[in-house]
C-alpha cells in the first residue's frame, strides 16, 4: 500500500482583531497558537522548532498586516516506512517578532504520532515587518527565475553550442523612446516572457531588450546575471575549458555590480556577486556577500547554505595544510550558535572536520559535543555514532561507548559489532 498526501495552503490576511495594543505605535502584542504532527523524519528539536514557528506565524496573521505566505504539508507512506515534512515558505518572521514568551507548551499523540502544541505571546514590530514583505514580494520573481534555471540545466546544455554560434547581446537595439511608466511596464512584460522561455538564446535577448527599456531596474540584470552564471555551469559540467565560459563570469559580473550600484540592499544582487567572486576563487570576497545577503534578510537559506559550503571547502583546504587554530576559526563562522538543527544536513561535515580536529588537539569533550550535535538531528548517523564511541572509550566512559556502538551495530555497523563483547 502506498499513498501520498499534499496539501498546500496560501494565506492572504487582511486586517485581524489585535489582542493587546502596546504603547507604541509600531508595535503590537499578540497571543497565539501552535500545533505540530511530528513525522517520522523529524527530531524533537526540529518538531519543537516548527511548532514554534508556526505560533509565530499566526501570531503575525493576527497583526492585521497583509501577509502572504506558504504553507505545505506532504506526506509518504509504504509498508514498513513513512515519511511526513512540512515548510513554511515565509522568511519576514525574524524581522517582525521582536520578543516571544511561551506561555504553555505540552506534548500528546494524534494517531500514534507525538503532538506538538505552543501557546505564546509575540511582540511584532509592524514597520520592519511591512519593509520585509514588500522586500519579499519584490525578489519573488528572481527566486522563480533561479529555480527554473536550476531545473532547465540539462536543456541548456544542449543548447550551449547554439549560443557560442550567435553572439548573443551583441547587437544594437533601437527602441522607440517611452515614457517611464510605459518602459517599465514593456520591460516587466518581458522579463517575465524571459522567465518561462526555455530558449536560452532567446531569454538573453528578451532580458538586454528589457534592462534598455528600463535601465535603473535591477531585475533585468539580476536574472540576466542569473542566466550567465547558469550558462557557465553547464558549460563547466561539460567539462568545457576556463576560457570558454570566462565571458559568461564576467557578464554576470558586470551585471550584479549594476545591479548593486543601483540598490545597494537588494539581496539577490548580492548573492549573485558572492556567487561570481565564488567562480573568481576569491573565497573572502564571496563570504562578505553572502554575510551582508544574512545581514538583510536572516532567513535567506540560499545564502547561508552557500556561506556553509564555502567554509566548509576553506577549513578543508586548512587542514590539509595542518593548520587546525585556522580551520576552527573558519569552521566556527559556518557553525554559529543557535542554529536551528534543521540545518544539521548541510553543517554535518563541518562538525565532523571539526570533532577530528579537536580530538588531534587533545580536546575530547569538544570533540564529543560536536558529534553529539550531529546525533541529536540525526541519532542514526552511523559516522558519528563511531567515532563518539571511539571517544568515549579514550576517555574511559565505557557504559557511553557500548551504548553508541550497540546502536551503531545495530544500524549495520559491522566495525561497531566488532567492538562489543
Not at 185 to 192: F, G, S, T, V, Y
Request: hydrophobic letters at 40%.
Amino acid at each position: 500500500m502506498c499513498f501520498q498526501h499534499i496539501s498546500r495552503i496560501v494565506f492572504t490576511v487582511a486586517s485581524l482583531f489585535i489582542i493587546y495594543q502596546s504603547a507604541s505605535a509600531s508595535e503590537t502584542t499578540v497571543v497565539s497558537e501552535g500545533h505540530y504532527v511530528m513525522g517520522d523524519s523529524d527530531t524533537l528539536a526540529i518538531a519543537e522548532e516548527r511548532v514554534l514557528r508556526l505560533a509565530q506565524r499566526r501570531a503575525i496573521e493576527e497583526a492585521g498586516l497583509y501577509v502572504e505566505s506558504t504553507f505545505q504539508d506532504i506526506e509518504k507512506a509504504s509498508p514498513g516506512n513513512s515519511f511526513q515534512s512540512s515548510s513554511l515558505e515565509i522568511r519576514t518572521i525574524a524581522a517582525a517578532v521582536i520578543k516571544t514568551e511561551i506561555l504553555e507548551s505540552r506534548r500528546s499523540f494524534q494517531n500514534d504520532r507525538p503532538s506538538f502544541y505552543i501557546r505564546i505571546r509575540a511582540v511584532i514590530d509592524l514597520d520592519n515587518l511591512e519593509a520585509a514583505i514588500r522586500r519579499w514580494q519584490s525578489e519573488e520573481r528572481f527566486a522563480e527565475h533561479f529555480r527554473r534555471l536550476q531545473s532547465e540545466n540539462i536543456k541548456l546544455k544542449a543548447q550551449l553550442h547554439e549560443l557560442k554560434t550567435t553572439p548573443t547581446g551583441m547587437r544594437t537595439l533601437t527602441i522607440k523612446p517611452l515614457d517611464n511608466i510605459k518602459g517599465r511596464e514593456q520591460a516587466r512584460i518581458l522579463i517575465e516572457k524571459a522567465i518561462f522561455s526555455q530558449h536560452f538564446p532567446q531569454k538573453l535577448d528578451l532580458i538586454s531588450q528589457a534592462a534598455a527599456l528600463d535601465p535603473q531596474s535591477v531585475e533585468p540584470l539580476i536574472v540576466r546575471g542569473q542566466t550567465y552564471l547558469r550558462l557557465a555551469s553547464a558549460a563547466y559540467s561539460n567539462k568545457s575549458k576556463p576560457s570558454e565560459y570566462s565571458e559568461s563570469i564576467d557578464n554576470a559580473r558586470m551585471d550584479f555590480d549594476r545591479a548593486i550600484s543601483i540598490d545597494p540592499k537588494n539581496t539577490w544582487a548580492l548573492l549573485g556577486r558572492g556567487d561570481v567572486n565564488t567562480w573568481l576563487h576569491r573565497p573572502v570576497e564571496a563570504a562578505q556577500a553572502f554575510e551582508q545577503v544574512l545581514e538583510l534578510d536572516p532567513f535567506f537559506d540560499l545564502a547561508r547554505y552557500r556561506l556553509i559550503n564555502l567554509y566548509t571547502a576553506e577549513a578543508r583546504k586548512l587542514i590539509s595544510l595542518k593548520q587546525w587554530s585556522f580551520a576552527l576559526t573558519v569552521l566556527g563562522k559556518c557553525l554559529p550558535p543557535k542554529t536551528p538543527d534543521s540545518w544539521m544536513p548541510y553543517q554535518k561535515e563541518a562538525y565532523l572536520l571539526r570533532s577530528d580536529i579537536y580530538k588531534k588537539l587533545s580536546r575530547p569533550t569538544q570533540a564529543i559535543d560536536d558529534l553529539s550535535a550531529i546525533l541529536r538531528a540525526d541519532p542514526t548517523d552511523r559516522q558519528a555514532l563511531l567515532a563518539r564511541a571511539a571517544l568515549y572509550q579514550e576517555v574511559l566512559q565505557g557504559r557511553s561507548a557500548k551504548d553508541d556502538f550497540e546502536h551503531a551495530c545495530m544500524l549495520g555497523v559491522t566495525a561497531a559489532c566488532e567492538q562489543l563483547p
